[in-house]
């Protein structure tokens, strides 16, 4: 890879850092411009993608898979709704907590907006038995970085 040392030996956590940054700034790059031709911030997309799944989310939660302060996903939120792409109601199982949810457009939109980003990663030298790999070793480093020991 330009730029890295490539070395026999086991790579450095330095090295693995530089590696993990630089393909997420690539990846974002490319995503941003999938994102601009919709009309969409990353922001909106990942909380479209949190929601997707039809069950509704508290925003507290939300806001710790967006990676958003919960001031920052309010305002999104608002936005969301402004657009009816997103609805609030309150949670049945605590009343102090709100939950969100994808409206059927925001369904749409995100399905259309997905459908353009998977285009551009299948676009990528990479298998589907190597996105998988990826994917797993990802969710063990996020694993370890959340719970880390001791």
């Known amino acids: 890879m330009p730029g890295l040392p490539v070395r026999p030996q086991a790579l450095a956590s ?3 850092v530089l590696l993990v940054t630089r ?10 411009d999938v994102l601009d031709a919709h009309g969409r911030t990353p922001d909106e997309w990942r909380v479209l993608s949190i929601l997707a ?14 990676f958003l302060p919960p001031g920052t996903l309010t ?21 102090r907590r709100i939950r969100a949810y994808i409206t059927p457009r925001g ?9 353009d980003v998977r285009a551009v990663w299948d676009q990528l030298p990479i298998g589907y038995e190597e996105s ?5 070793l990802l ?7 959340e719970h880390p020991p001791g």
Request: glycine residues 4%.
């Open 53 to 66: 799944d039809g069950a509704g989310h508290p925003m507290t939660e939300i806001s710790d898979l967006a």
């Open 14 to 16: 330095e090295d693995v």
């Open 132 to 136: 998988a790999r990826l994917a797993d």
């Open 139 to 145: 969710r063990l480093l996020a694993g370890a970085l």
């Open 23 to 32: 393909a997420e700034r690539l990846l974002s790059r490319r995503l941003r």
């Open 107 to 115: 369904r749409t939109t995100h399905e259309r907006v997905t459908r």
């Open 75 to 95: 305002k999104l939120v608002d936005h969301l709704v402004d657009e009816n792409l997103v609805y609030r109601r309150i949670d049945p199982m605590d009343r």
